[in-house]
């Protein structure tokens, strides 16, 4: 009797804290996705990873995630659907044949679908790429989706060419890989992997009225209130590749980011950027916003927080290349997850050249 009372008094107070399982709320639908390029021994260092190392990746996601086809977490995400809360989806871009020999036995051996974003100029062409008649055959655990023709950098203008013909002439690029794509497969997404991960406000307006989804190379989570014009991809080759950072990352919410200042991704050398700041939805109660914190070129920047604006100061001159801020917060109800955003910056040479 006394310990079925110790028992019934251990119980009333365990019910009446805030705990951990009663705390948790729905997240809305979100998922996490991957970025790959090649998966080899022999490529660049800067864009590879292992086929040991994407087994590991892979064998971890088996464990703890749930690997969601990317067409249908964004008709999930899009109407409202549930998605499981451990949802990643996987990405390739660019068709390498190392894809095929050595990623697609081991995403069939898992049962996971993916997306390679292809340049259909290269396929055919270039050595390093598939064929399409490879492409076919990784058919229907691989959808396949736009790159652009031939990985132009699409901010990059041509001697003497105006914004209107800039935008024409590189829509016009898109458009004819989207249509060779739905010749070649059968079907068309009409979604479009930003090479080098650089776009900027005229050509998300653009690509949105064209019903483009885009997709970019910062990073965090997609969730319904994410640009569908931009959607981030975690990069997970290279030096990202490590499982123990990785899987932080996989684990990451989508912040409900409302906006941020400035509000332009593509910058002019010697611009100057003296402070950043995002816009809060107050609606989130489980982002800590006392513990949000920004890092910006390996630097660790804690923002000022009032009436939900995260606000920085630095003292950044934009030089040629692409730098990303990255800010994080704690969940209050999901112990180890954070809420993640990234923003992207482009800059030329001072002659207009965008670096590789």
Same mark, same amino acid.
């Not at 019934?8 to 019910?15: I, K």
């Not at 041509?158 to 024409?168: D, F, G, K, T």
């Given at each position: 009797m006394k310990n079925v009372v110790m028992l019934?008094?251990? /119980?009333?107070?365990?019910?009446s804290k805030p705990h951990y399982a009663l705390a948790q709320k729905q997240l809305p639908p979100q998922v996490v996705i991957l970025q790959y390029h090649h998966v080899a021994n022999n490529t660049p260092a800067a864009t590879s990873v292992t086929p040991e190392t994407f087994r590991q990746h892979m064998q971890y996601l088996s464990e703890h995630h749930q690997v969601v086809r990317l067409k249908d977490a964004i008709a999930a995400i899009q109407n409202n659907r549930p998605l499981p809360e451990n949802a990643i989806s996987i990405t390739f871009d660019d068709g390498y044949e190392n894809i095929l020999t050595n990623a697609h036995p081991i995403l069939m051996e898992f049962g996971f679908a993916y997306t390679v974003f292809i340049n259909p100029s290269s396929i055919n062409t270039l050595g390093d790429q598939m064929t399409w008649q490879q492409v076919k055959q990784m058919q229907p655990l691989a959808d396949f989706a736009n790159h652009t023709l031939d990985h132009l950098h699409l901010l990059q203008r041509?001697?003497?060419?105006?914004?209107?013909?800039?935008?024409?002439r590189v829509m016009a690029n898109i458009e004819d890989a989207e249509q060779q794509l739905l010749e070649q497969?059968?079907?068309s997404y009409k979604w479009l992997a930003y090479p080098y991960g650089e776009f900027n406000?005229?050509?998300?307006? /653009?690509?949105?009225e064209a019903g483009y989804i885009a997709f970019g190379q910062q990073s965090g /989570?997609? /969730?319904k209130h994410s640009q569908f014009n931009a959607l981030p991809r975690f990069p997970a080759a290279g030096r990202y590749a490590n499982i123990d950072t990785l899987k932080v990352k996989m684990s990451s919410?989508?912040?409900p980011v409302i906006s941020h200042s400035p509000s332009g991704h593509q910058r002019s050398p010697g611009d100057v950027m003296t402070d950043?700041?995002?816009?809060?939805?107050g609606n989130n109660t489980d982002l800590n916003q006392q513990q949000l914190a920004c890092f910006f070129k390996g630097e660790r920047i804690v923002p000022n927080v009032s009436n939900n604006i995260m606000q920085i100061e630095l003292e950044h001159t934009f030089t040629p290349g692409r730098v990303r801020i990255n800010c994080t917060a704690p969940s209050k109800s999901r112990k180890g997850r954070f809420y993640w955003h990234s923003v992207a910056f482009f800059t030329p040479t001072e002659k207009g050249i965008f670096l590789d």
């Open positions: 019934v008094c251990f /119980a009333l107070v365990w019910l041509l001697s003497n060419e105006n914004e209107n013909q800039w935008l024409s497969l059968g079907y406000t005229q050509l998300q307006k /653009a690509l949105s /989570a997609v /969730a919410i989508a912040m950043f700041s995002l816009s809060l939805d």
